[in-house]
């Protein structure tokens, strides 16, 4: 069984940062992509930031040059990094990794979500 945790939301004024946290456990032999989401209000679910097991990275266009993804893979640990926030940032950050629980069986894992409120 595999888990991913999401921490280190909460409410920062705009202008601000925040760092988030998701680490997988579990029974992992190993991670390949793994991605953050978010999820405004009445809004659909979008792409904020991906990064490769080989620590190749993409970002949605609206949070390029502000929000850094980065990993630690001894800790199969992701990160978000997000600086300079808006209140346009506000919303539920979930993270997804692409996981191989053994070298032949690759399921995709999603955390439970960590909230994030940028606001004044």
């Known amino acids: 069984q595999v888990q991913l945790v999401e921490s280190g939301g909460g409410l920062v004024q705009p202008g601000g940062s925040l760092r988030l946290s998701c680490a997988a456990s579990g029974s992992i032999f190993s991670i390949n992509a793994m991605v953050w989401y978010r999820q405004a209000p009445g809004k659909h679910r979008e792409l904020v930031a991906t990064i490769t097991s080989g620590g190749s990275t993409n970002y949605a266009d609206s949070v390029k040059g502000r929000f850094t993804i980065f990993r630690d893979n001894a800790k199969n640990t992701v990160y978000l990094q997000m600086n300079t926030l808006q209140p346009t940032d506000t919303g539920v950050y979930y993270c997804?990794?692409?996981?191989?629980?053994?070298?032949?069986?690759?399921?995709?894992?999603w955390g439970t979500g960590t909230q994030v409120t940028v606001s004044s």
């Open positions: 997804k990794a692409t996981i191989l629980a053994t070298p032949w069986h690759e399921y995709n894992y």
